[in-house]
């Protein structure tokens, strides 16, 4: 059978190892990077593969048979609409277009729109695993009509990760629903990454471990329940060493960066009302961290506890501490999936969380253990609005919640900043309370500015003369 012909633009990292991917999988590859040279180099690197590159970008839409399927790997913003302004003129009815960038879900919605008034698909999928992923096999999220998938939907098959034989792709919904969950898939990273830096932070100030220690104490939690391509890579980060023989974590700077995702789905977050507080937090404390300068002089100060912290029981307290992260963890996976829910009712997306959760088991950066729990959560109750209410999360996190209560208190009894263990403690004591003290808040609406109030006692809007 004649090998399909597919084409990628964007020579980066990414888009070169996407390239091999699929070359592997036996597809022919066209090739088109805004400098040649870049495209030639990978050709030469791999003589015996079929891989082409061309200097036009004419050249490079008319090698691909159509319905030409070509896939977007640039940077996200309006290089994307560059690109396809670049080839919109060379391109034929049905042809196909599939970003694969981390596009802004709202743009993806706007790109489809504009492309599909000009008879030429589009499809706006998110992909998951960084480098290796797209070499590999990456987690892929594809937003787009159902009959457009269906045409692609082989390819995704064969350039995916794959559990246990099962590819981590599925068709995730219509409009930019696949960008969306990518979006939402960083959050819980962002969320992820801090609770596990949170954790790092107590074990070396507040235990005062070593990095051998600490790597021992992730790489002893990576076979529990924990069980994650964070944790591991984690683990194996606090052993690395810099040629100097120091360790590298200890060098690197604590300011970190972002390239605007996990902003997004706050963003959204606070668009639909949906409580995204921990990985808000997350979000929050690396443009705390990169206050560099600021910290340094506020460090001078604003002065915090004195005293040591004195454990007496090692052993327990490393384990409260484990029972803190996937506590946590559930609280952030929970909030991540109630948006989804969410946003899903709102957009008539109709987005299925078992399949979702499935495309999340191998090749992304949040693949996890865990994340069978939440297929089989969503298994039995397809319309479960909040993780916590399954029998499984909520029997686990009546059970932690007193282990985080005592990290959450030592942290803060000892000037160790803990924003993410915290918010998810206080998420917790929120959702399951039946009364909360937002009636005051209401009353005060009113006596301020006449919003009215409902009771609990009789229906209907009120309003007080409170003077
Ligand atoms: C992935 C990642 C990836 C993301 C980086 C950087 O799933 O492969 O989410 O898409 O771009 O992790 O994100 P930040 O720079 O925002 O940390």
């Given at each position: 059978m004649e090998k399909e012909q597919v084409g990628i633009i964007g020579m980066s990292v990414m888009g070169r190892n996407l390239c091999l991917n699929l070359e592997r999988n036996g597809y022919f590859v066209s090739i088109f990077n805004r400098s040649y040279k870049k495209s030639k180099k990978i050709v030469l690197e791999h003589p015996k593969k079929n891989i082409f590159c061309f200097k036009k970008i004419k050249d490079f839409i008319f090698s691909m048979k159509r319905p030409r399927k070509i896939f977007l790997l640039v940077q996200s913003g309006i290089v994307v609409d560059k690109v396809i302004k670049s080839i919109l003129l060379y391109l034929n009815k049905y042809d196909i277009i599939i970003d694969l960038g981390n596009s802004f879900y709202k743009d993806t919605i706007k790109r489809e729109i504009y492309l599909n008034k000009l008879n030429i698909k589009f499809v706006g999928a998110g992909i998951s695993g960084g480098e290796m992923g797209a070499l590999l096999g990456p987690s892929i999220m594809p937003g787009c009509k159902k009959s457009v998938y269906d045409n692609i939907k082989h390819i995704f098959f064969d350039i995916s990760a794959k559990y246990n034989k099962t590819p981590c792709v599925d068709y995730i919904g219509p409009d930019g629903s696949g960008h969306y969950l990518k979006m939402v898939h960083n959050g819980i990273e962002y969320g992820d990454m801090q609770i596990i830096a949170e954790s790092y932070c107590i074990l070396k100030n507040l235990l005062k471990l070593n990095n051998k220690e600490i790597s021992n104490i992730f790489s002893t939690w990576n076979k529990g329940e924990l069980n994650s391509y964070l944790i591991e890579i984690t683990s194996l980060i606090f052993l690395k060493k810099d040629t100097d023989k120091k360790y590298l974590i200890d060098l690197i700077s604590d300011a970190a960066k972002n390239k605007g995702t996990g902003k997004w789905v706050c963003k959204s977050s606070l668009e639909i009302e949906s409580p995204l507080s921990l990985i808000i937090e997350s979000v929050i404390y690396r443009y705390i961290s990169s206050l560099k300068h600021e910290r340094n002089c506020a460090s001078k100060?604003?002065?915090?506890?004195?005293?040591?912290?004195?454990?007496?029981?090692?052993?327990?307290?490393?384990?409260?501490?484990r029972r803190s992260l996937y506590f946590?963890?559930?609280?952030?996976?929970?909030?991540?999936?109630?948006?989804?829910?969410?946003?899903?009712?709102?957009?008539?997306?109709?987005?299925?969380?078992?399949?979702?959760?499935?495309?999340?088991?191998?090749?992304?950066?949040?693949?996890?253990?865990?994340?069978?729990?939440?297929?089989?959560?969503?298994?039995?109750?397809?319309?479960?609005?909040?993780?916590?209410?399954?029998?499984?999360?909520?029997?686990?996190?009546?059970?932690?919640?007193?282990?985080?209560?005592?990290?959450?208190?030592?942290?803060?009894?000892?000037?160790?900043?803990?924003?993410?263990?915290?918010?998810?403690?206080?998420?917790?004591?929120?959702?399951?309370?039946?009364?909360?003290?937002?009636?005051?808040?209401?009353?005060?609406?009113?006596?301020?500015?006449?919003?009215?109030?409902?009771?609990?006692?009789?229906?209907?809007?009120?309003?007080?003369?409170?003077?």
């Open positions: 100060i604003l002065i915090g506890p004195k005293k040591q912290f004195l454990c007496k029981d090692k052993d327990a307290f490393i384990e409260d501490l946590s963890k559930i609280i952030s996976y929970s909030q991540g999936f109630s948006q989804l829910y969410k946003i899903s009712k709102k957009k008539k997306w109709n987005l299925n969380y078992v399949n979702i959760a499935k495309i999340f088991r191998s090749g992304c950066i949040i693949r996890a253990k865990f994340l069978n729990k939440i297929i089989n959560a969503y298994k039995k109750n397809i319309n479960l609005k909040n993780l916590l209410l399954d029998k499984y999360f909520s029997k686990i996190i009546c059970n932690y919640q007193f282990s985080l209560r005592k990290i959450v208190s030592s942290s803060v009894l000892y000037g160790i900043s803990i924003p993410a263990f915290s918010s998810a403690i206080s998420y917790y004591d929120s959702y399951r309370s039946k009364n909360l003290p937002s009636n005051l808040i209401q009353a005060q609406r009113d006596f301020f500015g006449s919003h009215e109030y409902e009771r609990i006692d009789v229906k209907g809007s009120f309003h007080t003369n409170w003077k």
